[in-house]
């Protein structure tokens, strides 16, 4: 994979990052989205596959990114299909400071040292080169306002955006509220975006534990929909926060 092209989990952590305050919206989402991400980037490089509501390696050749190419092992390590929620859920320690140093190293962000409370070390990042971030907004923009069917890559984009609970940061307020209902909607065009999406809610929601169930036909349904009941949410714990995360309050 030639670097000329920046991956989804590069342009979803720009998204996320507020050009006033140099940190990062929605954090504690914005860790499970940038999992979730790296799936997609894969999928559209041909190296995995959705297999029902699971991951599944098709082709473990590396991609040239080391980061994207460190997660297509740990699936290939799996040596079976893995359930999208799983995965997300897992641990990901320092998988947002990883993408902010790679895209520092890149000249698209600044790092700023700072203080908390004038004690505590915090690292602020500030976006370099605006026009980066607007031509991805803008992709954005053009799919919600024309209702034009996106690319793939942007359609997923907009998926792990609403997924991770940014549209109300990109499209704040009563006035952004037919936005934020469109940006929900581009869930639908791109089939890998729209599982990684739901399995990202999925896991905010607790129901990582719960299979998706396939629609039962219409005869089963009429039959047992006397006997179905709800099964209760099992948690998901949350990601712990780690040191180097500690230091850099990217959020």
Same mark, same amino acid.
């Given at each position: %994979? +030639?670097?000329?092209?920046?991956?989804?989990?590069?342009?979803?952590?720009?998204?996320?990052?507020?050009?006033?305050?140099? !940190?990062?919206?929605? /954090?504690?989402? @914005?860790?499970?989205?940038?999992?979730?991400?790296?799936?997609?980037?894969?999928? @559209?490089?041909?190296?995995?596959?959705?297999? +029902?509501?699971?991951?599944? &390696?098709?082709? /473990?050749?590396?991609?040239?990114?080391? !980061?994207?190419?460190?997660?297509?092992?740990?699936?290939?390590?799996?040596?079976?299909?893995?359930?999208?929620?799983?995965?997300?859920?897992?641990?990901?320690?320092? @998988?947002?400071? !990883?993408?902010?140093?790679?895209?520092?190293?890149?000249? %698209? &962000?600044?790092? &700023? /040292?700072?203080? %908390?409370?004038?004690?505590l070390p915090t690292t602020r990042y500030q976006a370099t080169d605006t026009d980066i971030s607007r031509e991805i907004r803008a992709r954005l923009d053009s799919a919600i306002r024309t209702g034009v069917p996106p690319d793939p890559r942007t359609a997923a984009l907009a998926a792990l955006a609403h997924a991770v609970g940014l549209g109300k940061h990109l499209y704040p307020g009563n006035e952004g509220?037919?936005?934020r209902s469109r940006l929900r909607d581009l869930i639908r065009h791109d089939p890998m975006g729209g599982l990684v999406a739901h399995a990202v809610m999925d896991v905010q929601n607790g129901a990582a534990a719960q299979p998706r169930r396939s629609p039962a036909p219409a005869g089963r349904q009429a039959a047992s929909g006397a006997r179905a009941t709800a099964e209760p949410a099992r948690g998901v714990p949350m990601q712990p926060r780690h040191g180097s995360m500690a230091r850099a309050v990217a959020h």
């Open positions: %994979m +030639g670097r000329s092209r920046r991956t989804l989990p590069e342009e979803l952590l720009l998204l996320a990052l507020d050009p006033a305050t140099g !940190t990062t919206a929605q /954090p504690q989402s @914005l860790d499970l989205g940038l999992a979730g991400a790296q799936l997609v980037e894969l999928a @559209l490089a041909g190296r995995i596959a959705p297999d +029902g509501d699971r991951i599944a &390696v098709v082709v /473990p050749r590396p991609t040239g990114d080391p !980061t994207l190419d460190c997660a297509l092992e740990l699936l290939r390590r799996r040596g079976a299909p893995v359930r999208a929620v799983h995965w997300i859920g897992g641990p990901r320690l320092g @998988l947002r400071q !990883t993408y902010l140093s790679h895209l520092e190293r890149c000249g %698209m &962000v600044a790092a &700023v /040292p700072g203080q %908390m409370c004038g004690v509220r037919s936005s």
